[in-house]
């Protein structure tokens, strides 16, 4: 039983550039969130997703487009990378969208923007 | 709206010595709090959970906190320090949508032999 799974773990991007990452979660899921990590800020929430073929915005979307056309993925995309950008990406899933039960993260995602 | 401060960027202690990590919160609803785990380059783990049954939790590798609604506090403890509980911790808050959780900014533990 795999969990979350993100990939790619690594990535260097230049300025403009546009890029996908991947979140695959085998747990039957209904919740998925795409959270970014910076140094003293703790996690912040970019979009997530409440079910499969529905999409919201979080605290910090603007620069990011998410997808979630099967239940089990769920893919955050930059179409214009900028270096405010660079940080480390976690997915999240959860099954109980009424009870907060437990978050289940990925290993996460570190992205540079150059 | 709501959010949650972590008063220490960094704890530092010595092994077999207690830990208290602080987490002061503020909501507009009954809160759900939340304490979670993140060894290095991993994810994030749940230690435990306040959602409005006993206000003292108890989670797991002996880490307990206290809901404290007088003081919005949400404290971190252990008794006795493990060099494998050295890590980031976070506190998380979430309020009426269980979708809008609030991340503190963490707390760097060290623990020194």
């Known amino acids: 039983n795999a969990g979350v799974t993100q990939t790619p773990k690594f990535r260097v991007l230049k300025t403009g550039q546009s890029m996908t990452l991947l979140c695959a979660q085998d747990?039957?899921?209904?919740?998925m969130y795409w959270y970014r990590q910076d140094p003293g800020m703790g996690l912040r929430l970019i979009h997530y997703s409440v079910g499969e073929g529905t999409t919201a915005k979080g605290e910090v979307p603007d620069g990011y487009n998410v997808s979630r056309l099967k239940k089990q993925n769920f893919l955050l995309g930059l179409e214009s990378a900028a270096p405010s950008q660079t940080s480390v990406y976690f997915c999240a899933s959860r099954y109980l969208p009424v009870d907060p039960g437990e978050l289940f993260f990925g290993e996460g995602s570190r992205l540079t923007v150059l | 709206a709501q959010s949650v401060t972590q008063l220490d960027s960094h704890v530092s202690v010595s092994e077999g010595t207690p830990v208290l990590l602080r987490c002061n919160y503020s909501s507009s609803y009954s809160p759900s709090l939340f304490w979670y785990v993140q060894h290095p380059n991993k994810g994030l783990q749940l230690l435990l959970k306040y959602t409005s049954a006993a206000t003292l939790v108890k989670g797991i590798n002996g880490f307990e906190a206290e809901f404290k609604k007088s003081e919005t506090s949400f404290h971190l403890t252990k008794p006795s320090a493990h060099m494998s509980d050295a890590a980031e911790y976070f506190c998380v808050v979430s309020g009426f949508s269980n979708n809008d959780m609030r991340f503190g900014a963490g707390t760097r533990l060290t623990v020194k032999p």
């Open positions: 747990m039957n899921h209904e919740y």
